[in-house]
């Protein structure tokens, strides 16, 4: 390792920043993203977190395409609504970096983190070993957790599965959520290939959830290598929906009518297959408790705020338009209801101003809020968003502040070639976009808000409300 990794002086210390100790670990490493266990099992050793999790805790990990914040999230709070002391990782984060890093739903304070990330330093030198951003703060999550005496470990893979970090921690239980087309620079141009990747959480003897219908042979080969005991959706387990309040799901030992959530019913269910898979002593109370509680920032995510209707959703490649599309068209018909219902009723009432009779009268509409990364297949997701049927009247685009985020000309550009009967509007930052889309809706409009994590921090940050 070289003098420079050994003795820079622009290390912070424990009397450091948070924002100082994130810029510094963007810097220290070659590549921000670098697969691969061989850096940073040595730093993991050292700091003991590996021994603690095979000692001290009952771990899920969670990979897949899409779904996976949603799948963790579930499986968090079900635990932790059993009387377990539960530990949830997840990324990327939406507005501040302790969003990733969480014990009993409470993220963790900058002084923790700090803390942690002072001792991965000090390991990472000792071991004289350089680590991206991404390993450097899993790491430190790790360490929270096994030095908390987490009871449950409920950790997302952030990157295919095999070489990522979270994979130096033995799961209990796995899930795979689903095996699509992302990240092909890094996990191949194909479904197998992918779910081979993905696949890499395995390990003998456990048990995994497939939260999908079809099924790679690349996974199947892992799960017979591995002697895995399968629970996949629409053989081993199923669900569907009862009403706008309740859904039902089964497995061979239970038919449950439960509360419904604030998130996909396909997520949640592979949640629960795990759960209900899993050694831990989780009953009925507690799933139906946690599941009239749980939420997350950005998937599925509807508001009221600024005397507008929003919806907020991270999907950021096809199969994520799908599961966008999926439940934005109910309660796209839903809206509509309601509003119909306040027309009716604005007409009945003497009391209103004509103002506000005449901010009705215009139909609802959909207003888009949108950008993307640059290497994600935007053609395909503005494809499958203007194929959908949605009365989309229009388009409010800006680059996102992201060193890979798509340029406004080019998503411009993008949806120049697939819409017609909408009107497309281009700004320089989202924070402007976002103020343009509240001035040119109307209260009786939905304005959704997606295409990447970053598009959705951003949206929030401009409106100044919490995640």
């Known amino acids: 390792m070289s003098d420079s990794l050994l003795f820079n002086p622009n290390t912070p210390n424990k009397h450091s920043s948070l924002t100082e100790w994130l810029d510094y670990m963007q810097q220290i490493h070659v590549s921000a993203i670098d697969m691969g266990l061989s850096r940073v099992l040595p730093v993991a050793e050292a700091l003991g977190v590996v021994q603690s999790a095979k000692d001290d805790a009952y771990v899920f990990t969670v990979a897949g395409t899409n779904g996976k914040g949603s799948t963790t999230a579930v499986i968090a709070q079900m635990c932790q609504a059993a009387g377990y002391k539960t530990a ?18 409470e993220m963790v304070s900058d002084e923790t983190l700090i803390e942690a990330f002072s001792k991965v330093e000090a390991a ?7 680590l991206s951003f991404f390993e450097m703060t899993t790491l430190a999550a790790l360490l929270i957790f096994a030095e908390a005496d987490c ?13 990522d970090v979270v994979n130096i921690i033995d799961p209990d239980m796995a899930v795979i959520t689903n095996i699509a087309i992302d990240h092909v620079d890094w996990l191949g141009d194909n479904v197998e290939d992918i779910g081979r990747e993905k696949a890499g959480i395995l390990r003998d003897g456990i048990s995994v959830v497939y939260g999908a219908t079809v099924m790679p042979v690349s996974v199947q080969q892992a799960i017979d290598k591995h002697q895995v005991t399968c629970y996949q959706v629409g053989q081993d387990f199923d669900y569907r929906e009862v009403d706008a309040s309740a859904w039902q799901y089964s497995n061979a030992a239970v038919t449950m009518q439960l509360p419904r959530p604030a998130l996909s019913l396909t997520n949640t269910a592979n949640a629960l297959s795990a759960v ?13 408790q946690a599941l009239q509680t749980v939420k997350l920032a950005g998937r599925f995510d509807y508001r009221e705020t600024h005397n507008r209707h929003w919806l907020f959703d991270v999907a950021h490649n096809e199969q994520g338009v799908e599961f966008l599309l999926a439940q934005l068209l109910p309660l796209w018909q839903q809206h509509l209801a309601n ?20 901010a009705v009268r215009r139909p609802a509409s959909i207003k888009m809020l949108f950008s993307m ?3 994600k297949d935007i053609n395909k997701v503005v494809q499958r968003l203007t194929e959908a049927g949605l ?7 800006a680059e996102i502040d992201y060193p890979r985020a798509a340029s406004t000309e080019h998503l411009q550009g993008i949806l120049s070639s697939y819409v017609d009967d909408a009107q497309i509007h281009d700004f320089a930052r989202l924070k402007d976009a976002t103020q343009a889309v509240i001035n040119a809706s109307q209260p009786q409009d939905l304005i959704v808000v997606c295409g990447s994590f970053h598009t959705i921090g951003e949206a929030l940050a401009a409106l100044a409300v919490d995640n």
């Open 88 to 105: 949830l990782y997840q990324s990327p984060h939406l507005s501040v970096f302790n969003e990733r890093v969480r014990i009993n739903g």
């Open 124 to 130: 990472r030198l000792a071991c004289e070993l350089t």
């Open 151 to 163: 009871d449950v470990w409920v950790l997302e893979v952030g990157l295919g599965g095999r070489l």
């Open 276 to 288: 209900l898979a899993s050694s831990l002593n989780i009953d009925s109370t507690a799933i139906e």
């Open 339 to 358: 509003q119909n219902n306040f027309d009716a009723l604005n007409q009945s009432s003497s009391q209103n101003s004509s103002q506000q009779n005449q």
């Open 373 to 375: 990364l640059g290497d």
């Open 391 to 397: 009365p989309i009247s229009d388009w409010f685009v």
